[in-house]
């Protein structure tokens, strides 16, 4: 079986379907039709905007509010990865996303925490000849407006979990008015505390975002693909060898990219970027990250030594352990 990292899944964006279906029923609200759920989970071609993106995550964070809840999804969300051939993934979420019922953002990490343990113990009982899926938490921050609390308590809270299923922070969310240079105090507070991260950048907003996240300490930004836009800043981060995580579906339904064919990953990989390939949100956008690759073959004509070349990528790029990297090369 072909082996798959992904090091940019978002949790809330990835619930597999039965499972929302389960937990809808489990808390006795109304189960939609199919049709109604797809609607209510799914872009479709009509999806204009990343703010339209995000629109889709009303119903997953309505239902990511208890311990249960988040346990199941990351739990759920990991047998389906395995199935799909995952030897490792970074899975993010926002902790202050899920503490509008009774949770405190520790209580959504212990929440995630438990269902990654979980699925740990009971892969080791299973008796395959598959390789084990290997997982760790990002942490987001998110670019809201007056959350500076929240956020500066995310990161504290990402040192006291760091290396115990936790393995670096992210910043996400709509890039709206205020521009991620806004968020340095947090990851200069990172940076001290000697937690890795990533920043999304280069996605709805241009090449300046993402010389903002370098500003900011990024050696990995979350998407980048905007950098085409820019050849000086393209070459800065060849030579700098900063990892660019991206989602080609995820891409075109934000619009931050509108033509598949012309997806520039081939391009960038040739030019010596060190790229990786991801999902994204597997619900929203209706992929994973076999079809992902599966799409570039057919689409750009994406060969399998550039496909090794992108998974080594992703070993190189992991916020994991020397003996991890071993295991996945
Ligand atoms: N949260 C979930 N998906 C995202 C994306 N593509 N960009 C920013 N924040 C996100
Ligand atoms: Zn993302």
Do not use: W
């Not at 239902?63 to 809840?69: A, E, I, P, V, Y």
């Amino acid at each position: 079986m072909r082996k798959f990292i992904d090091l940019h899944l978002h949790l809330d964006g990835s619930v597999p379907v039965a499972t929302i279906k389960k937990l809808i029923s489990e808390h006795h609200y109304p189960i939609p039709s199919d049709e109604k759920l797809r609607q209510e989970l799914s872009v479709d071609s009509n999806c204009k905007s990343l703010d339209q993106f995000l629109e889709k995550f009303a119903l997953p964070n309505k239902l990511m509010q208890t311990r249960h809840d988040i346990k199941t999804i990351v739990y759920d969300l990991l047998v389906e990865l395995k199935e799909q051939g995952l030897v490792y993934a970074e899975i993010r979420f926002a902790p202050q996303l899920h503490t509008k019922k009774r949770l405190t953002q520790e209580n959504v990490i212990k929440a995630a925490i438990e269902g990654l343990n979980q699925f740990l113990i009971d892969q080791k009982q299973e008796n395959s000849n598959q390789p084990e899926l290997h997982a760790g938490l990002i942490l987001c921050l998110m670019r809201f407006a007056n959350n500076q609390k929240e956020n500066m308590e995310t990161v504290e809270l990402a040192k006291k979990f760091l290396n115990h299923g936790v393995v670096g922070l992210d910043l996400a969310g709509a890039e709206g008015p205020i521009p991620n240079i806004k968020y340095k105090q947090f990851f200069d507070r990172a940076q001290e505390l000697g937690i890795p991260y990533t920043i999304h950048a280069g996605e709805a907003a241009g090449p300046d975002s993402i010389r903002q996240a370098l500003e900011m300490g990024a050696k990995r930004i979350g998407h980048g693909i905007r950098c085409t836009e820019d050849k000086k800043l393209t070459q800065e981060l060849i030579d700098r060898q900063i990892i660019l995580e991206c989602c080609a579906t995820s891409n075109m339904n934000t619009k931050a990219f509108d033509q598949i064919d012309s997806y520039p990953i081939k391009k960038l990989l040739h030019k010596g970027m060190k790229v990786t390939l991801n999902s994204d949100d597997m619900t929203v956008s209706n992929t994973n990250l076999p079809r992902e690759y599966k799409l570039l073959e057919e689409k750009t004509n994406l060969t399998s030594e550039e496909e090794t070349t992108l998974y080594l990528n992703a070993v190189d790029a992991a916020f994991t352990s020397p003996d991890e990297k071993i295991r996945l090369r």
